[in-house]
């Protein structure tokens, strides 16, 4: 079965710490993963797609096809980083989305 | 370019009754999909319209239908509506399906509560 798993609903680190949100996905074939975030009464936006090898508002996500992951990190925390994020894994251009982590960046 | 824009944005509805949610997409955009987010959930995938015929369809029974228009907006209807329908309901729109840059752009929703 096609699933993504965010472990983790609420992340809760201090401003300049390092940040990890887990994601593990199950799939047949080659994936195509992204993560989306969504801002405080803001909507759902793509943040980064594995495909593009980016870095967007310092954070990066490496697909790693042996343990199934695709984990966003980012070294420094900001405050304007507290968010939900989603992990999203394509299939048959529709989008199956983890369950989110809500990431809180304390000052 | 306003983006998606979705109509209402809440909503308030008896159990058994009936709604009609509408989005239009983003300009170029002629694929819209329709996701249902429920309270600490992320969003699920219900079905998605592409010249105006609906192309895929994810687990939601038949209650949920919809309809797409020749300008590409798109209505999500949902019959005999029970509490458990009570949700966010998102629309994304996506440039022609096969374009070699997958994205979508989403809407900020309508938010259904069914009383």
């Known amino acids: 079965a096609q699933r993504v798993t965010q472990p983790e609903k609420l992340l809760s680190v201090f401003k300049g710490a390092p940040v990890e949100l887990k994601c593990n996905y199950s799939y047949s074939g080659s994936p195509e993963l992204f993560w989306y975030v969504q801002y405080s009464r803001q909507r759902l936006q793509l943040l980064l797609r594995h495909i593009s090898r980016e870095s967007i508002k310092g954070f990066t996500a490496d697909l790693n096809k042996g343990e199934t992951s695709f984990h966003l990190k980012k070294p420094f925390a900001q405050e304007e980083d507290s968010a939900m994020y989603y992990c999203a894994l394509r299939s048959s251009d529709k989008l199956i989305f983890g369950t989110g982590t809500r990431l809180q960046v304390f000052p | 370019d306003a983006g998606v824009t979705q109509s209402p944005t809440h909503l308030i509805k008896t159990r058994g009754q009936q709604v009609t949610l509408r989005c239009s997409p983003k300009?170029?955009?002629?694929?819209v999909s329709w996701y249902q987010q429920a309270l600490g959930q992320g969003p699920q995938f219900i079905f998605q319209?592409?010249?105006?015929?609906?192309?895929q369809r994810g687990n939601f029974p038949d209650r949920f239908s919809g309809h797409q228009f020749p300008n590409y907006s798109s209505e999500l209807n949902v019959n005999a509506l029970l509490l458990g329908d009570s949700a966010l309901y998102l629309c994304?729109?996506?440039?022609?399906?096969?374009?070699?840059?997958?994205?979508?752009?989403f809407g900020s929703g309508t938010r259904l509560t069914v009383v």
């Open positions: 300009s170029g955009h002629d694929t």
């Open positions: 319209y592409y010249e105006e015929e609906e192309r």
């Open positions: 994304a729109s996506s440039p022609e399906v096969g374009t070699p840059i997958f994205g979508y752009t």
